[in-house]
């Protein structure tokens, strides 16, 4: 099977160029776990941004890439958050006509409209599978007015063969929104949720050296360490600023810990982390951009992550990762009750702090929540449900 697959990148660096970071975007992250899961006679194709624009792809000699999946550079790549209306017709229409896959899995639904244009050009169609990711109608996920796409996400869906989503809460929100918008509100064999979020077995590689790291680290920093995994970028999503500010009020209120930060994208200078995280010190990576394998040992190294997400509407694959690394997980306050997490609070500063001082007086490691999100969320787990996606519909033009 041939699997042509047009991505949604959303990390990207704020440092000068601006730069696609492919190995810290949990989108790839969790793509590149569902080409290690499915049969290796597959064949993938990723659209990807050109070697100048990115990093962490091609000639990196830190990430090894399996022999079925090759990446073929564009021009232009969309950004989640920002510009979702470009789409290069002469490029792509030779893209797709080259490869003639037997499907596409389009992370942008937005673009299948575009995409059957091109099947048309090209005279080669395929079946064409909308990959629900992100939603602009969740308070913490809105991007600026002039950027709405939810009735060109339903326009896409109409156009798709199959509509997929991460998870069962975004699946219901997006079709009740969609009934809202457009009376578009079908629930049937065209929709399913795949669920696959992550790899465990990733994580686990990593299990040895990161539980070293943490006993190396006994007495190197005062008291637990609270992980701040999220961007430090759009707050109305991640809440760094809440959670730094929960950090600080924890330390004058003399529970000490000890705060790491990844700034992923480097959405802030190491100057303006030091200037406003009291408890913050350098991790033993430095005041960098985490290789892949790092972020994954400092995740075993510590002891609690706060993800301010509602994880049963919005998937973090950062949420997912920390749990199997037995960390104690605060998060957001969820509307479908999964109960995600060791500690659910409202998207507040104060909330945020009680939560993580909760968290790093408990001894439980919380085992059970790493055998739940493995069960609902991993790739390994799940991976038959986008194998009998992928089947059924290339078996319907076969």
Known sequence: MKILYHPQVSMRSYTEPPKWLLRSDAQLTKMRAYVDALPDDWSWYWLLPEP??????GGDANLETPPNLYSIPVPHMDNVLEDRFD?????????????RPDVMLCEVPEHVRAWRAVQDRVGYSCPIVAMVE??????????????????RQVDG????DKVVFPLDGMKREWLLNGAHATMYAHDGPKVAVWHGLFSPSEVDEHREAGLHLKRSLEHLYPGPIVFLISRLSDNDRTMYEDIIGASNDLLRQDHPHTL?????????????VRDNAEAYQVHPFGEKRLEREEYLRLLWAADVVPVMYDLSRIYSVGACEALT???KLVTAQQKYGYGLGHYLAARERTAIAEGIHGLTTWQDKGVHQRVHVEQWHSVEKNVDRVKATLEELVGVVA
């Open 87 to 99: 789409f290069d017709m002469r490029v792509l229409s030779e893209v797709y006509g080259d490869i």
């Open 157 to 160: 869906a109409i156009a798709a």
């Open 52 to 57: 100048w624009q990115s990093e962490g792809w």
């Open 325 to 327: 690394a037995e960390c």
């Open 260 to 272: 790491w930060v990844a700034n992923p994208n480097e959405g802030k200078t190491w100057d303006w």
């Open 134 to 151: 992100h939603v602009d109608f969740y308070d913490e996920t809105k991007v600026a007015a002039r950027v709405p796409f939810m009735l």
